[in-house]
Every structure is written in structure tokens, then in C-alpha cells.
């Protein structure tokens, strides 16, 4: 791997634990407040392509384990992996390689901006729904719950993230028209 | 932000593979046992052992207070949905457990995380995929990096304030992501012509 690629991946971590640090953003016409960190995320995978994002995910992972407070709310250690909530974070790493795979995809076949924007679009919502698919089954089964239980404890979160996968969207097309496929770690 | 993990229990001790095992030992008997009796022996147990071998443990455990509200909601919800017992074994469950994984947390620093990890990571350098000497300097980057691009952040808000715009998540991602990706050469220049990883620079 290059010293640049093994730099854009620390520094994809980094804006994601800054995400996790801001206050959450109001959007929408009734507020809803997007939890920046998860962006972070479908973001690596939409720049930075699926090893890049998987790679970016992968050093998250290691600075909770070794107990850094580098996630939303100052959260770290070894119990947020055993948590309730523990699902989302496994998930971020295959909801990380699918976006960044199918975005991948799209930014070396797509030239058009708004097939191209579209597709990114897609691929960041395919990176929701794996995360959400693994978050409610740790929560079913940690917590003993159903998964229709599961499933409906998690639609409040669901318009919030679809706004995020249309943030991911938008930013990963201004910095391919910006930087091409350049930072595509591949 | 770096967790302090001095002080000289039996626990400080054992090496952290070791504890990162019985974390995972405990997670499958903890979600194997079912009867509240023996799941509150258990739990008993831990405290017992937290209380006696590092009580730093348990202010940390009580100061993560949003994992704690998350696992406090759901004890809430299961009592209405199923009844007491129910979730007396959900709080068990999930509480004894982020008391021990915070334990474990606290009673190792992070520089010996950094080598367990080093050390897992060796045979996959050996198959090719990744440089285990890396790891430490990616985390090294991080943890120089965040304050600098939370003070990028604050640019981009300030600049929005003062030019009376409105705070958007794409408004303010854009710009600070491009900054930061504008640097990255810059530093990866930096890392290369000081031979940090000790091997002959590559570029993409």
C-alpha cells in the first residue's frame, strides 16, 4: 500500500471521529437530527472505493477496541462492541465494502452527473440497509427481542439515514468532479 | 482523550491477550445461560471482582453513561413487552458485560493494545495483505489528525455564521473533506522523506 493511501485512510478515520464529536445537524422540514458519524462512513466508501473504506472502517475498529472515546457521545472501549447498539458498528465494515464496490463500479463506467450521482446514491443506500440488517439482528438477539420488534424499534432511524445516503451522494460526486478517481483506493 | 491506564492490580497484570479471551469466553457464557439465579451469580461475581481488583473500572463504566441509557431503555421496554424476569436477564446480560469489557479497557494501556494488535496482525503480513508495522502509525495519524480537522470544522461553521448561511451537512462536509484530502500528499511527502515505514516509497 502507498504512504498517500495508508494518509487518506487515517485521515477518513479522523473525519469520522470529528463527526461523532459535532453536535448532530437539523435536516428536513420536520427536524430530524442526523447523527453525523455513519455519514462518515457511507462517505469512505463512496470517496475513498472498497478497500479504502473497508481499510477506513477496519482503524475505527481498532481505536474502540483499544479504548480511544472515538465514536458519537464519547462512547469507546471494548463494551460498545458488546452493547445493545453493537451491531451497527459490525456493520459499518460490510456497509462500507458494498458502497464502496458499487460505487466503484459506477465512477470508472458513469461520465453523465446525474446517472453518476444516482448511482452513488444507490450504493450508499445499499450501505444502510446491510447496516441496519446487522443492527437489528444483534439488538433481536442480544436483547431477546422479535425481529419485527427489532425492525420497528429501528424505522425511526430509517428517513434520517436515507438523508445521509443523498449527503454521501452529493459529496462523493463534487469530489469526483474534483479529484477524479484519484483517491480511489484500490 | 487517551484513557490512563496506570496503577498495579493483579488484573494490570495479565497480558491483554489473555483478558480479550475471557471478554469473549464470558460473552458466549453470559448469552448461553438463561436462569436469572445463575446470571445474577454471575454478575454478582464481576462486581465483587471489579470492587475488589480496580474500582477505576467502575466510575468508567458509570461514566459511559449513554451505553448505559441505551441498555437502561431496553430493560425498560422488555419489562412492558415481557415481564420482569425477562428483562432482569436482558440487564444482566448487557450490563455485566460492559462492566467487564470496561475492565479489561481500563487495565490495559493503549500502547499494549497497539502490540496485541501488531502481534495478531504478523501472519497476515506474512500472507501479503497488510503491513502490521503500519497499524501503529495509521493510529499514530488519527489521533494527530482529529483536533486539526475539528478545528477545520470550526473554520467552515465560522465562515457560515459569518456570511449569515445556513448550517447544512453538505455545506460544511464538502469543504472540509476536500481540505483534508488536499493535505493528504503533503503529509504522505512528510512520512516518505523521513522513511517512517522503512521501505522504498511507491506512489499511486
Known sequence: MSTRSLVLIALFTAIIVVLGLVPPIMVGFFPVPIHAQSLGVLLAGVVLGARGGGLTVLLLWVLVAVGLPVLSGGRGGLAVFLGPTAGYLVGFLPAAVVTGWLSDKAAHRITDRWKLVASFFVAAAAGVVIDHIFGIAWLAFAASLTLAEAVIGNLIFVPGDLIKAAIAAYVGLLLTINFGNRIRIG | MIPDAKGDSPIHRVPPGAK?????????????????????????????????????????????????????????WTVFARGPEAATIVLLRLGSLSLFATVVTVTTSVGQFIDTITRIAHPLERLGIANARDIGLAIGLVIRFVPEIRARYRNVVDAHRARGLKLRPSTIIVPMVISTILCADEIANAIDARNIRGTPSKRN
Open chain 2, 20 to 76: 480479550l479471551l475471557a471478554l469473549f469466553a464470558l460473552s458466549v457464557l453470559l448469552f448461553t445461560l438463561t436462569s436469572p439465579v445463575a446470571l445474577s451469580w454471575l454478575s454478582g461475581a464481576i462486581v465483587a471482582a471489579t470492587l475488589l481488583c480496580c474500582r477505576a473500572a467502575l466510575v468508567q463504566w458509570l461514566k459511559a453513561w449513554p451505553l448505559l441509557l441505551t441498555i437502561a431503555a431496553l430493560g425498560i
